[in-house]
C-alpha cells in the first residue's frame, strides 16, 4: 500500500558527489521520521542518517560533516546529499520511512525502498 522509490545512485570517482532521492507513493496520512541506510556486500545494514517530520537530523559518525539529509513533506520524499565520497561508502542505500497509512494503524508502520547502489571508485 506505501512504496518507496529511490533514484540517484550511480558510480562515481573519490572525492566526488552524488545526490539520492527517495519518494514515498500509495495510501497514508502522514511520512513520520525518514531515513537511509546502506548495506555493504557481507556487512549488516546501518544507518546513514535521519529526519523527524520537524527536520530534525541525525547522522552516522562516518558521514557527519560530508552527507546531508533533508526533505519534502509535500512531495513526501527524502534526499540525501553526499559530498567528499570515499570508497567505504560503497554500498546498497536503502530508503526507510515509517508511515501512518490510516486511522487503524494510528501508531504508523515501517516501509523500505528496494535500494540503489553506489559505487565511489578509488
Known amino acids: 500500500q506505501v512504496q518507496l522509490v529511490e533514484s540517484g545512485g550511480g558510480l562515481v570517482q573519490a572525492g566526488g558527489s552524488l545526490r539520492l532521492s527517495c519518494a514515498a507513493s500509495?495510501?497514508?496520512?502522514?511520512?513520520?521520521?525518514m531515513g537511509w541506510y546502506r548495506q555493504a556486500p557481507r556487512q549488516q545494514r546501518e544507518l546513514v542518517a535521519s529526519?523527524?517530520?520537524?527536520?530534525?537530523?541525525n547522522y552516522a559518525d562516518s558521514v557527519k560533516g560530508r552527507f546531508t539529509i533533508s526533505r519534502d513533506n509535500r512531495k513526501s520524499t527524502v534526499y540525501l546529499q553526499m559530498n567528499s565520497l570515499k570508497p567505504e561508502d560503497t554500498a546498497v542505500y536503502y530508503c526507510?520511512?515509517?508511515?501512518?497509512?490510516?486511522?487503524?494503524?494510528?501508531?504508523?508502520?515501517?516501509?523500505w525502498g528496494k535500494g540503489t547502489l553506489v559505487t565511489v571508485s578509488s
Open positions: 526507510a520511512a515509517h508511515v501512518v497509512t490510516g486511522p487503524g494503524n494510528p501508531g504508523g508502520e515501517d516501509f
Open positions: 500509495g495510501t497514508f496520512s502522514r511520512v513520520n521520521t
Open positions: 529526519i523527524t517530520i520537524t527536520d530534525s537530523p
